[in-house]
């Protein structure tokens, strides 16, 4: 039976890129049409976003409420945070070295237009401690309604807790989280047999709304920035990971490249989230690996928005005739660093965290902000990408680091010998029949 399943999600997908072919023809033949389809776009990215935190509330309670000792995954947690404040910090300093080599931005010319719309970009920037209140749900069942990432994981966490706590008499529990997980991912399986749908009205949108004009005008910071993410995946991640966890990039991205098709169609990253959850576990990396790593991961380890805050703010200062001496590019880069954590997978959220970054530290260049309106929505997709490639990385480094990761079990995944089932997108591998092995350095081949 397994057979024809794949064969009808084979099929979902060659839609999925006909829509986005589709579109684009839309776009430049009918822009304003286009522009009025996008709401098909948002409302299937909408659908995802609702599945996200009940999927993150089940994989970390499943995941923790089954490892005997806390202390792991204290472990985890520690180890991913500090992965990600260095990996972040390596970004920005290649979005810096590459935008002073491409002097992005030379040449163009700021109108009061122009200086209007980066103006509307500000947002109200938010404290620090704003930040960690906001993690802070209202109830502990809002933390589930409100598509709040990082609320649902505080709750799920210390449910998690709870139930280990408990021993045996939280096993019925357990269990019935086990089935509405699965009942949560069926559910996620039928929402993506809209996906031609979304990707249809998202690109058409995309390119009814910009036109090829901005993008040839200001094509130089957007292949300069398109190239930059890919050196990055490539020879940065890609040579952690084979180092690391002797795992190849390309079967890693080949192996997640239904998501990486559903976040070119529709600009965020958000779209995959609960399905990169889902693949990481049948990877073979632990639960609580993949609980705590990803939804993490999506609010701090925004490598592709780092590249992109540095590049833009470098193409912006030059734009506007006030290029950034060394001593303020240094001084921007730890700027950046704390001001890209809330610079989450949303469509357009780069752009806002740019114009309130450039508030806050240089107010005189907000202006310049909108002479790369036009093109954000074509950066945001190669933002979307790498910061989806750099968590998916994360996931498998993290899970190594831990004993965490089933080394023989992702090489049967990744040369197709166990495939994803698409249908359920859950699975009765050893991560999920055996909790109890979980971080515990239980797999002789994570050992090694």
């Known amino acids: 039976m397994s057979g024809p399943r794949r064969d009808r999600t084979h099929w979902l997908y060659l839609a999925v890129i006909a829509a986005v072919v589709l579109g684009v023809g839309i776009g430049l033949i009918a822009p304003d049409l286009a522009k009025d389809l996008k709401p098909l776009g948002t409302g299937f990215v909408d659908l995802i976003k609702m599945m996200i935190s009940p999927i993150i509330f089940c994989t970390i309670v ?116 086990g089935h509405l997980q699965k009942l949560v991912f069926r559910v996620l399986a039928m929402i993506m047999w809209l996906a031609p749908v ?47 966890a002797r795992v190849n990039l390309f079967s890693l991205l080949r192996y997640l490249g239904r998501e990486f098709l559903l976040i070119l169609s529709t600009s965020s990253s958000e779209v995959a989230l609960p399905r990169l959850i889902a693949k990481m576990e049948h990877l073979g990396v632990s639960r609580p690996v ?48 704390i001001a890209s954590k ?29 002479l790369i309106v036009g093109i954000d929505r074509f950066m945001s997709e190669a933002r979307a990408l790498t910061n989806f490639a750099g968590n998916a990385v994360a996931t498998v480094l993290i899970g190594t680091w831990t004993k965490g990761f089933d080394r023989a079990r992702a090489q049967a995944v990744l040369s197709g010998g166990a495939p994803f089932d698409e249908t359920t997108m859950t699975d009765d591998h050893g991560t999920s029949a055996q909790p109890e092995r979980q971080l515990a350095g239980t797999s002789a081949t994570a050992a090694r």
């Open 290 to 337: 993949v609980g705590i790593t990803v939804p993490t991961g999506y609010s701090f380890n925004l490598d592709g928005t780092a590249i992109y805050l540095t590049m833009a703010t470098l193409f912006v200062a030059n734009a506007t005739g006030a290029p950034l001496s060394a001593g303020e590019q240094i001084s921007l880069l730890v700027f950046m660093i």
């Open 342 to 370: 809330g610079a989450a997978g949303v469509t357009g959220a780069g752009l806002a965290t740019l114009a309130g970054g450039l508030q806050s530290h240089r107010p005189d260049l907000v202006d310049g902000v909108g």
């Open 62 to 177: 499943l995941g923790i409420g089954s490892v005997t000792k806390a202390a792991s995954v204290g472990r985890v947690g520690g180890l991913a945070l500090g992965y990600f404040l260095v990996m972040s910090t390596v970004a920005l300093v290649i979005g810096l070295v590459v935008g002073n080599l491409l002097h992005p931005g030379d040449g163009l010319r700021l109108t009061d237009e122009v200086a209007a719309t980066g103006a509307s970009q500000v947002k109200e920037s938010e404290s620090t401690t704003e930040f960690i209140l906001g993690i802070i749900p209202s109830t502990l069942l809002s933390s589930l309604t409100e598509g709040e990432v990082l609320q649902a994981l505080l709750v799920a966490l210390l449910v998690g807790f709870a139930l280990q706590r408990m021993g045996p008499a939280g096993e019925p529990v357990l269990r019935g989280i």
């Open 198 to 244: 979304g990707a249809f009205g998202a690109i058409a949108a995309v390119v009814g709304e910009t036109g090829i004009d901005a993008v040839k005008s200001l094509a130089v910071i957007m292949l300069g920035f398109y190239a930059t993410c890919l050196v990055f995946v490539v020879a940065v991640l890609g040579t952690m990971l084979w180092l690391v």
